[in-house]
């Protein structure tokens, strides 16, 4: 079962890594002055940032243990709901 789960996980990465060299290499390539160029790889990596944060913020969500353990123990906490 872990065989399959590294399996698929390092297919999704190779597609996204082929997706990302192949995205850079179109847009090196294209006739375009080089500030052009600049702009849109910093547009794309500013978004491609953007969403690497979203996604890690929604993995450490659904990685954390949504019920109290047993040690768990109220100490009065200090924030307002």
Request: net charge positive.
């Amino acid at each position: 079962m872990s065989n399959s789960n590294s399996n698929s996980a390092a297919a999704v990465i190779a597609f996204a890594s082929g997706a990302i060299i192949g995205a850079v290499a179109a847009l090196l390539l294209t006739p375009k002055p080089g500030r052009d160029v600049r702009d849109k790889l910093s547009d794309i990596g500013e978004s491609a940032a953007d969403k690497v944060r979203r996604m890690a913020r929604e993995a450490k969500f659904k990685v954390t243990p949504r019920t109290k353990t047993d040690g768990y123990q109220y100490d009065g906490g200090d924030a307002w709901i």
